[in-house]
């Protein structure tokens, strides 16, 4: 079975610091995808970023980064110097190419809240 | 290209009664999913629907009926609502529920529905 841990509930920051929002998944597959989903006050959910089980490399887009270790597994999202507009929360969710009918789903974790103040 | 719509955005039924929750998306997408939200528990996958046609059980279907009713439209039905049933609803597609390389997966605005 497939699982999803962001053990921080709530991180509260201010702006201009950096964070970091953890995640650790569990799975016995081998190929699998993980991601980072944004929802804002708003409600609707973000794509931020998708990684595949084969591709270890970090990844960065502005402020936001990404650090990927399979001997951990774990997917931690950081972002420099918050802002405002990052408050929201985010879900960590992985994906596996399991046989039967576990194609294509999300596992998601719990989500962090994050709140950034001015 | 509107991506993922959901009808209606909020909603309040009293114990017992009915509704369908409406989802449908201009992606072309194959396969098509609802998730139910509750705090502290992160997103929950309800049904989902493969390909046009079909239609499977995920983690949580008891008290729900889905209906594929072509490629875009994929409802939600709550025959005998409950306040269990309280929760923020989300419907998604992806390409490709198969093969994840293409099972990234878009979400619509989501449903808030109360349950008194």
């Known amino acids: 079975a497939q699982k999803v841990t962001q053990a921080q509930t709530e991180i509260s920051v201010v702006e201009k610091e950096d964070v970091t929002l953890d995640c650790v998944y569990e799975?016995?597959?081998?190929?699998?995808?993980l991601f980072w989903y944004k929802q804002p006050p708003s409600g609707e959910l973000v794509f931020l970023i998708r990684?595949?089980?084969?591709?270890?490399q970090n990844e960065i887009s502005g402020r936001y980064s990404w650090n990927f270790q399979k001997s951990t597994s774990s997917f931690n999202f950081t972002i420099t110097a918050s802002q405002v507009v990052d408050s929201a929360v985010y879900f960590c969710?992985?994906?596996?190419?399991?046989?039967?009918?576990?194609?294509?789903?999300?596992?998601f974790g719990q989500g962090t809240i994050l709140t950034v103040h001015p | 290209n509107a991506g993922v719509t959901q009808t209606p955005k909020f909603q309040v039924l009293k114990t017992g009664q009915s509704m369908t929750l409406q989802c449908a998306q201009d992606?072309?997408?194959?396969?098509m999913y609802w998730y139910r939200q509750d705090p502290g528990m992160g997103l929950r996958l309800i049904y989902y629907s493969a390909s046009e046609g079909t239609t499977d059980k995920g983690e949580v279907p008891n008290g729900y009926n889905v209906s594929r009713l072509n490629k875009r439209e994929f409802s939600l039905r709550l025959e005998s609502a409950a306040p269990s049933q309280t929760s923020v609803y989300f419907c998604a597609s992806s390409k490709e529920g198969y093969d994840i390389r293409y099972n990234e997966q878009f979400f619509g605005p989501g449903t808030r529905l109360t349950v008194l």
């Open positions: 992606m072309n997408h194959n396969s």
């Open positions: 990684r595949n089980s084969f591709d270890e």
């Open positions: 969710a992985l994906s596996t190419q399991a046989g039967g009918t576990s194609y294509g789903k999300l596992t």
């Open positions: 799975t016995r597959d081998t190929t699998y995808y």
